[in-house]
């Protein structure tokens, strides 16, 4: 692959390497059972080392709150009073072991699969990526715990962003703020954050895949509940007379439309998935997630219930149904297609790159589609990692520098 002159001149003037190596190696597992918030103090211990750093690259209110956010805000130099927001979390995920990583350097990467401990392969065969990346530095774990690219690569591009910024002041950009957040994988990233010290028009999270992901539209997402009430009584007496609200739920269940499940849709296709059911022969409760891209799939999709449990209703006059649907988060592209030129300034940013930005849609929920309806439009931008959450998480160090690149050209787009 052909690299752009600036990713160049940023992996020969930045030591990516020794900041994200030293950024993984300090654990910041979030606790999903914890009561506090941040859910793990040693969250903070990443949190204060950014802090010292930060101060050194001379930003300005730099502070690491109670909570675990570190705030840093960053001049404008281009005459502009537009300001944006870089965020990245600092914690990692809780779904393998994440203390005691031990970062593995594949220099000059051949292509072959990578053999790590207790049998651990990364192979080009599930992870084409790493073809994309032969002669690049792979990093990984060494097998028995996460890699933590997730997101302490996005950490690593702001970082390099700071410090190139630093360097070549003849660069311009605009007031800059700064913010690296706490407990992100178990749902509370902005459960606290505080938007007045952000204070920024616009921001990105720097906290997708592989190069050139951006993603600016997420799931519309909603649940149902279902509660059937039947009418119980001694079984030895039952007949004509109880009504066993099992055997509803259970057909409720079956009739639910196959082809729109989990299981069976795939990119921008919408859902209904019962992911919970449980009561006894009077009463039982079926809990439903339904997901879309489109509100109106949404509207569709309660319509579907709701006939259903008519049928089942008009099917034994004794049994009662009751339905209750409730918002848990919404699509920000509801938010951004408002503020498009949020998503043009990356789309820019790609062309002085000499490349172009790949639009996924997220099947699930992210902080920035929550920032962007408390009023900060956010996108999200790749920070390099494959295989998040697993043994098998890499990156290429040269993909990191591709972010902080992209980052910088984002910058001179803000005018
Ligand atoms: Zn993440």
């Not at 849609?361 to 931008?381: E, V």
Request: charged share 25%.
């Amino acid at each position: 692959m052909k690299r752009h002159e600036l990713v160049k001149k940023m992996l020969d003037g930045v030591d990516f390497l020794e900041m994200f190596t030293r950024y993984v190696k300090i654990d910041t597992q979030a606790d999903p059972e914890s009561k506090t918030f941040p859910s793990s103090e040693k969250e903070k211990d990443l949190g204060r080392q950014l802090v010292k750093e930060l101060t050194e690259l001379g930003l300005a209110d730099v502070e690491m709150d109670e909570y675990g956010y570190v705030y840093a805000h960053l001049a404008a130099n281009n005459g502009s009073d537009k300001k944006v927001a870089f965020l990245a979390h600092m914690d990692v995920a809780t779904d393998c072991a994440g203390n005691g990583v031990k970062p593995q350097i594949h220099e000059n990467y051949d292509g072959s699969a990578i053999v790590l401990k207790d049998n651990i392969v990364i192979d080009p065969k599930d992870s084409p990526q790493l073809l994309e990346c032969k002669g690049d530095t792979i990093i990984t774990s060494d097998g028995t715990t996460l890699l933590g690219a997730d997101d302490k690569a996005g950490i690593t591009a702001i970082m390099a962003m700071l410090k190139w910024f630093k360097a070549h002041p003849e660069l311009k950009h605009p007031y800059i703020s700064i913010c690296f957040t706490p407990d992100e994988e178990i749902g509370k990233g902005v459960d606290f954050i505080n938007l007045e010290k952000v204070n920024a028009d616009f921001a990105y999270t720097i906290d997708g895949g592989f190069p050139n992901e951006i993603n600016y539209e997420n799931f519309d997402a909603f649940s149902a509940t279902v509660t059937f009430t039947g009418v119980s009584i001694h079984p030895g007496y039952a007949k004509d007379r109880m009504v066993n609200a099992m055997r509803y739920a259970g057909a409720f269940c079956d009739r639910l439309p196959k082809n729109m499940a989990p299981e069976t849709t795939e990119n921008r296709e919408p859902f209904i998935h019962p992911l919970d059911i449980r009561g006894n022969a009077e009463n039982v409760t079926v809990s439903m997630i339904l997901r879309s891209f489109d509100i109106k799939d949404i509207e569709m999709e309660k319509d579907i219930i709701n006939t259903l449990v008519d049928e089942l209703r008009s099917e034994n006059d004794k049994l009662k149904i009751e339905v209750k649907f409730e918002e848990s988060y919404r699509n920000m592209h509801s938010v951004l297609k408002d503020a498009y030129y949020i998503v043009n300034y990356i789309e820019e940013a790609f062309k002085e790159l000499n490349t172009e930005a790949e639009i996924h849609p997220i099947r699930g929920g992210t902080d920035g589609a929550r920032l962007s309806f408390m009023g900060l439009p956010c996108p999200n931008i790749f920070a390099g990692g494959v295989n998040f959450h697993s043994q098998r998480e890499w990156v290429a160090l040269e993909n990191i520098a591709f972010a902080a690149a992209l980052l910088i050209k984002i910058n001179e787009q803000i005018k």
